[in-house]
């Protein structure tokens, strides 16, 4: 243990940069904003002050209109290191109506709100010297104004959640969740795009071509409407409730709630939209026929039949309905997912889904973030065993694999990029 937290304390140092932390040099050279709440998680125990810059640089890109742009870019890096790149995403002139900054380039996507959890998790590392720092009182404003974008931004389906509009934007680019509403999607050429991450990762780990193609034209048409988010969610090629992300909504704006009463601000409006948000997670998302959340196409206006591990994340939610949580916990260690049982860690998708593959991406493999937040999930509602179990498996795969981004479920082999910073700093949360 003592060696395992040598080694991801040493994969974090390589991976700041000064005032953030790359993903990964070679495969994400750039500052992602959910990678950064994860990493921030772990960084608050090597080094606290890390911990709150990761956090302040990306929140500093914030958009006028409230969102948290999904890719900070690093200017240093060569265009050519990562696609899509600046001059594809061209933010500060695309961006302009939307309030994206102008000294620094972004992505006009977002990603799942991990951010005031995290947030409030580095203030509790040390919260002395948060408040010596001010720390909290300078990253309300945005959280609460991320959180008001989410959710008045993006509640394109009107019963209270917010959609994501595009694969990216839930963190889970392929998960074959979206492989039906991608089918209205049509893919740009191959040969128009050149793609920067096979550079770097084996073709059989990640995203096909087709897949690419069509994130290209989803992300080129939010460009050219301006990154508007507005009119009904017919406007979108892609529109999606899903589970995760509006989980990590609701736990999110319960830390915000403590954050508020922190600084000094009302904290019962945070309370209430995160019980709301519950309560729209349970009544459009829960399938209580199989135990899962599901993810609604909104332009289906109709669940998605695939099963995907986003639809256990809602364990983290404090407050989901008892019986809710008690199926949660048992399709956890189903046929589905296997856990405890054929595998150690949560796959990223159904076992017995007949997309399954164990090395590619989101169609399988199993993921540390999500682990960890199943693990929290688990240990918050009382299932001790069951959180150290995983805790255990992660620790042991994060190790093994030389903190591989994924690895098979089954064999627990390695798979995508190696040193990845949020396997390290949650293997380095798991060990505190
Ligand atoms: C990638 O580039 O693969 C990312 O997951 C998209 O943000």
Not at 235 to 242: G, R, Y
Not at 244 to 260: D, K, P, Q
Request: charged residues 20%; neutral net charge.
């Amino acid at each position: 243990r003592t060696a395992l937290r040598r080694a991801a304390r040493r994969v974090l140092l390589h991976n700041w940069t000064g005032t953030s932390t790359v993903p990964s040099h070679g495969l994400y050279p750039h500052q992602w904003s959910w990678d950064s709440a994860f990493v921030a998680i772990g960084l608050r125990h090597l080094s606290v002050r890390r911990a709150q810059r990761e956090l302040e640089t990306l929140t500093a890109a914030q958009w006028g209109d409230g969102r948290v742009p999904h890719i900070v870019f690093n200017r240093a890096v060569p265009l050519g290191a990562y696609f899509p790149s600046p001059d594809f995403w061209r933010s500060s002139t695309a961006g302009a109506a939307a309030g994206a900054p102008q000294e620094v380039e972004t992505s006009g996507i977002v990603q799942p709100p991990v951010h005031a959890l995290a947030a409030w998790l580095v203030h509790e590392a040390d919260p002395a010297a948060s408040r010596r720092r001010g720390f909290l009182p300078r990253l309300y404003p945005r959280l609460a104004a991320w959180h008001r974008y989410l959710a008045d931004r993006r509640d394109l389906g009107g019963g209270g959640l917010a959609a994501v509009l595009h694969p990216w934007e839930p963190g889970m680019d392929n998960s074959p969740c979206w492989d039906g509403p991608l089918q209205r999607v049509e893919p740009v050429p191959a040969s128009t795009f050149r793609r920067a991450d096979l550079d770097h990762g084996a073709a059989s780990d990640r995203p096909t071509d087709l897949d690419y193609g069509r994130y290209v034209r989803l992300a080129a048409d939010y460009r050219d409407r301006g990154y508007r988010d507005g009119g009904p969610g017919g406007a979108h090629a892609f529109a999606v409730e899903d589970p995760g992300t509006n989980a990590l909504f609701a736990a999110s704006e319960h830390a915000l709630a403590r954050i508020a009463a922190e600084v000094g601000a009302a904290p019962g409006p945070h309370v209430r939209r995160a019980e709301a948000l519950t309560d729209a997670l349970v009544t459009r998302l829960w399938d209580a026929q199989t135990g899962v959340f599901r993810c609604r196409d909104l332009r289906a206006d109709a669940l998605v039949p695939e099963i995907g591990v986003g639809g256990l994340i809602p364990l983290l939610v404090p407050g989901l309905p008892a019986d809710v949580v008690r199926a949660l916990v048992r399709t956890a260690a189903g046929p589905h997912f296997g856990l405890g049982d054929t595998v150690r860690m949560a796959p990223s998708y159904d076992l017995a889904g007949h997309a399954f593959d164990p090395g590619r991406y989101w169609r399988g493999p199993a993921w540390f973030n999500v682990n960890w937040l199943l693990e929290r999930g688990l240990r918050q509602h009382g299932y001790t065993d069951r959180a150290d179990a995983l805790r255990d498996a992660a620790l042991d795969a994060a190790g093994g694999s030389g903190f591989a981004e994924y690895v098979d479920p089954y064999s627990g082999e390695a798979r995508g990029t190696r040193d990845f910073s949020w396997t390290a700093a949650l293997a380095l949360d798991l060990l505190a």
